[in-house]
T-cell receptor, first 112, second 114 residues
Framework: LAKTTQPISMDSYEGQEVNITCSHNNIATNDYITWYQQFPSQGPRFIIQGYKTKVTNEVASLFIPADRKSSTLSLPRVSLSDTAVYYCLVGPRGTGRRALTFGSGTRLQVQP | NAGVTQTPKFRVLKTGQSMTLLCAQDMNHEYMYWYRQDPGMGLRLIHYSVGEGTTAKGEVPDGYNVSRLKKQNFLLGLESAAPSQTSVYFC?????????????FGSGTRLTVV
């Protein structure tokens, strides 16, 4: 399974755009990149998933360069409610999904 | 609402006691998982199951047992609780299909062993 590296923590202010980068140098051809968000005392929840280029949904955007060795989660105009831990996971979908491991994630603190 | 339900939500055990945590999902997911999360830490995989009647060890399986007798349920057992097992336990499930929805997590069980 591809190992991921992401910053331990980040600080931002309300209204700013936040970009969290995840490195995954040994990503496999059939691996997808998935980001999860975890609020205190809650289980992680799915934010976005992508394979290459750019993916956008109502919550975030995911940018993946051509070599796929890294990815960037972009949160536009963050608010206090975006304070959470963000996890980057890399692995296959479908029957290859099996057991993915969560690292320590990136703790995002949004200030007023 | 459809999703993953964990019971109980809170529990205090004395050292040496046993208990079972129940996880139930109604999404017909094939894969189910038990994670533990210690304060300020990420999630660590305890055991997982890729189908009814099958289980496998994760990163930190010692002191825990699991069973998946029905597809929708995944039970985590602590045979003899120890203070080191004080943690928040999360259950998750996901489909074996090619969809991109990832894991669905329960709301967690906060376990304290005294």
């Amino acid at each position: 399974l591809a190992k991921t590296t992401q910053p331990i923590s980040m600080d931002s202010y309300e209204g700013q755009e936040v970009n969290i980068t995840c490195s995954h140098n040994n990503i496999a051809t059939n691996d997808y990149i998935t980001w999860y968000q975890q609020f205190p005392s809650q289980g992680p929840r799915f934010i976005i998933q992508g394979y290459k280029t750019k993916v956008t949904n109502e919550v975030a955007s995911l940018f993946i360069p051509a070599d796929r060795k890294s990815s960037t989660l972009s949160l536009p105009r963050v608010s206090l409610s975006d304070t959470a831990v963000y996890y980057c996971l890399v692995g296959p979908r479908g029957t290859g999904r099996r057991a993915l491991t969560f690292g320590s994630g990136t703790r995002l603190q949004v200030q007023p | 609402n459809a999703g993953v339900t964990q019971t109980p939500k809170f529990r205090v055990l004395k050292t040496g006691q046993s208990m079972t945590l129940l996880c139930a999902q109604d999404m017909n997911h094939e894969y189910m998982y038990w994670y533990r999360q210690d304060p300020g830490m990420g999630l660590r995989l305890i055991h997982y199951s890729v189908g009814e009647g099958t289980t496998a060890k994760g990163e930190v399986p010692d002191g825990y047992n699991v069973s998946r007798l029905k597809k929708q349920n995944f039970l985590l057992g602590l045979e003899s609780a120890a203070p080191s097992q004080t943690s928040v336990y999360f259950c998750a499930s996901t489909s074996a299909g090619p969809d991109g929805y990832g894991y669905t997590f329960g709301s967690g069980t906060r376990l304290t062993v005294v």
